[in-house]
C-alpha cells in the first residue's frame, strides 16, 4: 500500500532564517505531488504541484519555493522566513494523468515563526 | 472549478446518522466530488467521491442530485471519532483540490 511521510511534524523557526521540509511517498511510482498551507481557522491553500522530477507549478507568488529532486520525494524551502510563514504544511500525492483520483496527504508539519 | 458551498456547522447525536450536504450549482460534466475531513492538528482524510453515480465504500455514502448540482455525505452511525471539518470539494483536473473552511460536525453523546 501507499503511504506518506512528512518530517518534521513540529519546528519553530526565528525570522529569517531557512526552512526545509521533507516529503516521501512510498509504494507508487510517478505521482503528482502537492505542497498546501493551511493558516490557523482557515481553509488549505495549494502552494505547489508536481507531474515529475524537476517540474513545479507555483499556485501563489510567495516567500517559498518547492523542488523534486527525485521521483518520490518533494521538497518545500526557504532562504529567510517570514512572520507570516507560519502555519500547517501538508504533502499530498495522487495518481498521476488519471482523472477522478483522489490526493492523499499526510500528517503533516506545524511551523511557528518567532 | 466549480465553487462549493456548505453549512459552517452541524450537531448529530452519537449513532445517528450525519448527513452532510454540499451546493455545487455551477458544477461542468466532467467535475468529479470529493469528500474529505479533517480531524484537529492532522492531514485530510480522504473519505469518499463519485461523478454521476451515488457511491459507497467503508467510510461512508455519497448521495449526488440527477442534475449533480448538490450532494449528500452520509455517515450511517456517527461515533465521537467523526467529530471533525469535513470539505466538499469539485474539481476535474485533479491538480486543484481547492479546500474552503468546509462544515465542522460535532458529534454529541
Avoid at chain 1, 511521510?5 to 526565528?14: E, F
Avoid at chain 1, 512510498?26 to 493558516?39: D, K
Avoid at chain 1, 508536481?50 to 518547492?66: M, R, T, Y
Wanted: proline share 6%; with cysteine; hydrophobic share 30%.
Amino acid at each position: 500500500s501507499q503511504t506518506i511521510h512528512q518530517w518534521p511534524a513540529t519546528l519553530v523557526q526565528p525570522v529569517g532564517s531557512p526552512l526545509s521540509l521533507e516529503c516521501t511517498v512510498e509504494g507508487t511510482s510517478n505521482p503528482n505531488l502537492y505542497w498546501y498551507r493551511q493558516a490557523a481557522g482557515r481553509g488549505l491553500q495549494l502552494l505547489f504541484y508536481s507531474v515529475g522530477i524537476g517540474q513545479i507549478s507555483s499556485e501563489v507568488p510567495q516567500n517559498l519555493s518547492a523542488s523534486r529532486p527525485q521521483d518520490r520525494q518533494f521538497i518545500l524551502s526557504s532562504k529567510k522566513l517570514l512572520l507570516s510563514d507560519s502555519g500547517f504544511y501538508l504533502c499530498a500525492w495522487s495518481v498521476r494523468v488519471r482523472a477522478g483520483q483522489p490526493q492523499h496527504f499526510g500528517d503533516g508539519t506545524r511551523l511557528s515563526i518567532l | 472549478d466549480a465553487k462549493t458551498t456548505q453549512p459552517p456547522s452541524m450537531d448529530c447525536a452519537e449513532g445517528r446518522a450525519a448527513n452532510l450536504p454540499c451546493n455545487h450549482s455551477t458544477i461542468s460534466g466532467n467535475e468529479y466530488v470529493y469528500w474529505y475531513r479533517q480531524i484537529h492538528s492532522q492531514g485530510p482524510q480522504y473519505i469518499i467521491h463519485g461523478l454521476k453515480n451515488n457511491e459507497t465504500n467503508e467510510m461512508a455514502s455519497l448521495i449526488i442530485t440527477e442534475d449533480r448540482k448538490s450532494s449528500t455525505l452520509i455517515l450511517p452511525h456517527a461515533t465521537l471519532r467523526d467529530t471533525a471539518v469535513y470539505y466538499c470539494i469539485v474539481t476535474s483536473t485533479g491538480n486543484q483540490f481547492y479546500f474552503g473552511t468546509g462544515t465542522s460536525l460535532t458529534v454529541i453523546p
